[in-house]
């Protein structure tokens, strides 16, 4: 298994452009989730999915789009990037039936 | 709403010394888990240990091990035998409905030799 990949692993936009995250995982998960992390502080959620076609917001929602489609892949989509977005994002998947949560990666983004 | 309190933004211990990291919590939800992640500096989110609300022993593996104390509200995490590789920021987290999770502000931890 590749457990949860996420591409690209670097990014830098410009002000006001959008682009998408991809996360994808192999383990047939139910719950995916979108993390972010900004410098000396913990993860905060953006949003997560309980399953495909199911998606709900996290702490911190605003100026991001998700969906589920299917089971593996919840790709976060960053509609207009601002400079507040400049952050190490992480997606997260876990079984229905542990509390364990696998992480993928991350990917840094800088937005100028 | 739920909150993680990490209070200690940086700890020192000697390598081969026991170390404490500690987390309090707060939640009005009577099911819930408690977890430890490391990052070292390479910046991946390794799951270290995990404690249900309603495990009735402390969860322990290998060398980490999670002082539950539930009537605090704290999940504290212990280290024996620390290591230089241990040297890393450590982040206790908390998990409510759809396996959401909620993140303290993390201690970085230095191993001196």
């Known amino acids: 298994n590749a457990g949860v990949t996420q591409t690209p692993k670097f990014q830098v936009l410009k002000t006001g452009q959008s682009m998408t995250l991809q996360c994808a995982q192999d383990m047939n998960h139910e719950y995916m989730s979108w993390y972010r992390q900004d410098p000396g502080m913990g993860l905060r959620l953006i949003h997560y999915s309980v399953g495909a076609g199911i998606t709900d917001q996290g702490e911190v929602p605003n100026g991001y789009n998700v969906s589920r489609s299917t089971t593996e892949d919840f790709p976060l989509r960053l509609l207009s990037a601002a400079p507040s977005q400049t952050s190490v994002y992480f997606c997260?998947?876990?079984?229905?039936?542990?509390?364990?949560?696998?992480f993928g990666p991350g990917t840094r983004l800088t937005v100028t | 709403a739920q909150k993680i309190t990490q209070t200690q933004p940086g700890m020192f211990v000697q390598e081969k010394e026991a170390v404490t990291l500690d987390c309090t919590y707060d939640t009005s939800d009577p099911s819930y888990g408690l977890f430890w992640y490391k990052q070292p500096s390479s910046g991946e989110m390794i799951f270290l240990i995990y404690q249900g609300s309603y495990d009735q022993q402390n969860a322990t593996e290998g060398r980490y091990s999670l002082n539950f104390q539930k009537a605090r509200k704290s999940a504290n995490l212990v280290i024996s035998a620390s290591q230089l590789g241990d040297s890393a920021m450590y982040f206790c987290a908390m998990s409510g409905t759809a396996g959401k999770l909620i993140f303290g502000q993390g201690t970085t931890l230095q191993v001196k030799p």
């Open positions: 997260a998947s876990r079984p229905g039936s542990s509390y364990e949560q696998y």
